[in-house]
């Protein structure tokens, strides 16, 4: 049975056979005028006319002097039919390949074809070749769609092959392109524009998580991969912007599950003179606009949930939601209150805890079963440190997140203005902070200042891609085009390139390992 080191030293002859007659297997240039997706849906307007196609070769037949080849690209397949003394001699100098040329060809070549297009007999739109070229000889044969590419390890280290042989993969990042493009869409469209704000920060705030660490050689100082893009965003409402955001990546230490990944993209935008009660309207408006722009519908089966956006959104009060679930009062009781609650409810109690944490913990068991849409309301201030307070209650907090199908899918609040309210909140965090809780918000006195030259009334809103992979129906992992795996490499990597001393790689990934201990 043939390895793939078989194949591809077969592959390898067959270059060194392109090579030998002059050709070069790996062109800088390409003349493609067409894509498949043209020529196939603009048939009756492009029949007869030359085109250039071009894409990787998915598979050959040659029978006599005739031949088929399809090809793909991003937008489908397409075949070539190729017939002898209608297609070009070979012209090397040119990369222009003749039919006796074919079988220095494999699946998985990126090709040129150029010729009219026709329907065969059998009534397949086809380029009717008269000059085809190579474009990149494939050392490697692809996986076909017969054989499968199931192996989910193995599909996340290699996604580029994921995307070739599972063409679901492959369109899923064509939606997430689609949710991020209406997202940003939206906003431009409501007047908000968007700032790229620094992913590198000297203290880093707005969420509570453990944050990574760099070092800086110029400056000769440790720096903060961003845990979110709030604190320089409400910079910007201080500077005299209005409508604001920025979307791109955040990063946080923390755990690697099927809902998280420590590096993930975000959006945040801030809006002055406006209040959560606006930002309610706004926010299940733009999630409407988004999801439906991105999935076609509003309508869902997400795991055991079935979710309708149409319906109306209830509205659920924090506080209210854990004493009918609890029997406990979050605002008087104590932490051993919280404990027990946990306890009894088979929910863990970590080592270091406080009631902030553990009243959040049991919330969110609740939250897991909650079907939604839900905007859940007046979340105390214990666990929002950044959210202004309602006057009618000072102990909630303009806070608003939608619940859906058992997940918070976003952050928002009316946003704190007050300096003196602001440095109090951050002593509190710092000391929960200096207590053993790597999570809570660091003291961030520039940002204390610019509150005191002072910012209008304002709201702000986030959510991450774990929006779009919930209503994908995929984990994180899956969600993402190249999920952080630590490197492997098992023994035909190590058998086709001899030349490369594997043990010192592993040695240096086994004291990277030792240092995350």
Known sequence: MSTLKDFRDERLRKLADLKELGFNPYPADSHRTHNAGDVKGAFDTLEGETVTVAGRVM???????????????????????IQEGKIAGRDAAAGVLAIDDLPLLDTGDFIEASGPVIKTKTGEVSIEVQTLRLLTKSLRPMPS?????TNKEERMRRRYVDMNVNEDVRER???????????????????????????????TGGADANPFVTHMDALDQDFYLRI????????????????????????????????????????????????WKQGIVFMENMMKHVLKETFGTL??????FDVDLEQEWEHWDYAETIQKRYGIDIYECSLEDVQKALRDNKLEVEKIDNKARGIDKLWKNIRKDVTGPVWLINTPLFVSPLAKTNLDDPRTTQRFQPVIAGSELGNNFSELN???????????????????????????????????????????????ERLFWIFE?????EGVPFPQLRPEYDEVTRSIYPEINFDLHDAEDDAEKNNEK
């Open 59 to 81: 598979g050959i037949r040659k029978f006599g002097k005739l031949a088929f080849i399809v090809v793909r690209d991003q937008t489908g397949e397409l075949q070539l039919f």
């Open 299 to 304: 309508q869902f089966k997400l795991g055991k």
């Open 173 to 203: 990042f064509v939606r997430r392109s689609k949710f991020w493009q209406a997202t940003r869409d939206y906003l431009n469209q409501n007047g908000f524009i968007e700032v790229n704000v620094p992913v590198l920060e000297h203290t």
């Open 228 to 275: 979110s893009h709030e604190l320089p965003l409400k910079r910007l409402i201080g500077a005299g912007f209005e409508k604001v955001y920025d979307l791109g990546p955040r990063f946080r230490n923390e755990n690697y599950s099927d809902e998280h990944l420590p590096e993930h993209v975000a959006l945040e935008y801030y809006w002055a003179y406006a209040d």
């Open 473 to 477: 129906g995929v984990t994180a992992r």
């Open 418 to 464: 007050d300096p003196v309210d602001q440095l109090n909140r951050f002593l509190e965090q710092q000391q929960m902070r200096d207590d053993g809780d790597e999570e809570a918000m660091m003291l961030d006195i520039d940002f204390v200042e610019m509150l005191e030259y002072g910012i209008p009334p304002t709201c702000g809103f986030s959510y991450s």
């Open 145 to 149: 769609k017969q054989e499968g590419f």
